[in-house]
């Protein structure tokens, strides 16, 4: 039996190269002998040597379950030697940095699609009528102060990057929350009544509501911009943004109750079906889009929606508190028998209620984002909230809690 004169693998007969190194059969060359040397183990796996043209051979060619290998050099069939078992487990082929990336990459994309997608999820409400409080994806944040005995509550949300837009009461007074900084507005500015709403376009926020003096009107980043109400008193009850036009449910109260109207700009357009012989009618959440006013509210006792001033009855029994539209569809959320509804063109969808839940429900706010439908509202005088009317369970609700604002954002990474 030969051996190789250079690494000392063994040389069969009739083999031109050695299988080991390459080298050719009957060369002589230094450090002749039988252990193997150092360059030989640096041999890749894909560096196998054809015994008959000495080709280095690529590993994909190679038949690792036999140790064998077949050559491209031309010659079918000519089988080439596998590396001596000494060097088998050195030259095992590591994974290939590339590959490594490749697999990191994907591992990251996957873990960001886990992560981020979806929506994060944001009702505001208030914890023992004494905390205003709003939940995030279901946990909750305390606004300050808390349990101040005072009336206080959260009642529209608004969110823009990373930002949260609260506004409510504390004891009957304007409230507005920034990031759960408190941001106090001039006392003779402040307001009284009933709950300010927000609306957000962009980094503007606007703040519907109305002072002690009776002056109507809104905020806009804090500055007060008072509406003509030819001395009627209009208390706005909701506030969207349109094409730069500010449009707003409102009531007007009247000694045996209230009436609907709204406003665009400065603008008062009263809702009524003939005269003011009968005010029970409230106006409690409005929407523009495409130029058609929507306002969602109560008249009657029925649950109504008026299309640019024009009522549509929803239910006899009823109240219709928060409407919104997306894209062709109009959404209006409210209650029916004491029930929590919601309603999608005009066709009625019942929020489904824990089994230990028998007592009265309402639905106070909806909002849409993709095909996600968010209702918030209370169950059993518990804050509750609904996706796509399944209920989405809300923690830390206190003894007696409701939610009165629902606002969604598609996840992102900054966001998280």
């Not at 941001?183 to 009544?193: A, C, L, Q, V």
């Not at 640019?308 to 009823?318: Q, R, S, V, W």
């Not at 009317?389 to 923690?395: A, F, H, K, Q, V």
């Given at each position: 039996m030969a051996f190789c004169t250079k690494c000392g693998a063994k040389i069969e007969e009739g083999v031109k190269f050695c299988t080991g190194c390459g080298t050719p059969v009957g060369v002589s060359v230094n450090n002749a002998g039988t252990a193997i040397p150092e360059q030989a183990k640096s041999v890749e796996l894909s560096?196998?040597?054809?015994?008959?043209?000495?080709?280095?051979?690529?590993?994909?060619n190679v038949n690792?379950?036999?140790?064998?290998?077949?050559?491209?050099?031309?010659?079918?069939?000519?089988?080439?030697?596998?590396?001596?078992?000494?060097?088998?487990?050195?030259?095992?082929?590591?994974?290939?940095?590339?590959?490594?990336?490749?697999?990191?990459?994907?591992?990251?994309?996957?873990a960001g699609v886990w992560l981020f997608t979806g929506d994060d999820v944001y009702a505001v409400g208030h914890k023992d009528f004494?905390?205003?409080?709003?939940?995030?994806?279901?946990?909750?944040?305390?606004?300050?102060?808390?349990?101040?005995?005072?009336?206080?509550?959260?009642?529209?949300?608004?969110?823009?990057?990373?930002?949260v837009h609260v506004s409510g009461w504390i004891d009957f007074n304007l409230a507005y929350w920034k990031n759960g900084?408190?941001?106090?507005?001039?006392?003779?500015?402040?307001?009284?009544?009933?709950?300010?709403?927000?609306?957000?376009?962009?980094?503007?926020?606007?703040?519907?509501?109305?002072?002690?003096?009776?002056?109507?009107?809104?905020w806009k980043n804090g500055k007060l911009v008072k509406i003509k109400t030819e001395g009627l008193r209009v208390i706005p009850t909701s506030i969207w943004v349109s094409d730069n036009d500010v449009y707003a449910s409102a009531i007007i109260p009247?000694?045996?109750?209230?009436?609907?109207?709204?406003?665009?700009?400065?603008?008062?357009?009263?809702?009524?079906?003939?005269?003011?012989?009968?005010?029970?009618d409230v106006a409690n959440s409005i929407c523009?889009?495409?130029?058609?006013?929507?306002?969602?509210?109560?008249?009657?006792?029925?649950?109504?929606?008026?299309?640019?001033?024009?009522?549509?009855?929803?239910?006899?029994?009823?109240n219709a508190n928060s409407v919104y539209v997306s894209g062709r569809d109009v959404y209006v959320a409210g209650s029916v028998d004491?029930?929590?509804?919601?309603?999608?063109?005009?066709?009625?969808?019942?929020?489904?209620?824990?089994?230990?839940?028998?007592?009265?429900?309402?639905?106070?706010?909806?909002?849409?984002?993709?095909?996600?439908v968010y209702v918030g509202g209370t169950v059993d005088s518990k804050a509750a909230l609904w996706k796509n009317?399944?209920?989405?369970?809300?923690?830390e609700t206190g003894k007696s809690s409701g939610t009165s604002g629902v606002f969604a954002v598609k996840k992102t990474f900054w966001r998280f």
């Open positions: 560096e196998y040597i054809c015994p008959e043209c000495g080709k280095r051979i690529p590993s994909l690792y379950d036999n140790g064998t290998a077949f050559c491209s050099c031309g010659k079918k069939g000519v089988l080439a030697l596998f590396l001596p078992p000494q060097l088998q487990t050195a030259h095992r082929k590591k994974p290939s940095i590339k590959i490594l990336a490749v697999v990191v990459v994907v591992i990251i994309v996957l004494t905390t205003a409080v709003y939940w995030k994806n279901g946990k909750p944040v305390m606004l300050l102060p808390e349990g101040t005995g005072l009336a206080t509550l959260g009642h529209s949300i608004y969110v823009f990057g990373k930002d900084v408190l941001i106090k507005f001039p006392d003779e500015e402040n307001h009284t009544g009933f709950p300010p709403a927000i609306f957000g376009q962009g980094r503007d926020v606007y703040i519907g509501g109305y002072t002690y003096s009776d002056d109507t009107g809104y009247a000694s045996d109750g209230s009436f609907s109207a709204y406003f665009k700009n400065d603008l008062l357009h009263l809702m009524i079906y003939n005269d003011f012989s009968s005010a029970n523009v889009a495409d130029n058609d006013v929507y306002v969602a509210g109560k008249k009657a006792n029925a649950a109504v929606l008026w299309k640019n001033g024009e009522a549509i009855t929803y239910a006899k029994n009823g004491d029930v929590a509804v919601y309603w999608k063109n005009g066709v009625k969808f019942d929020l489904r209620h824990y089994n230990y839940e028998t007592g009265e429900s309402y639905a106070s706010a909806i909002f849409v984002l993709g095909k996600n009317g399944e209920r989405i369970t809300l923690s």
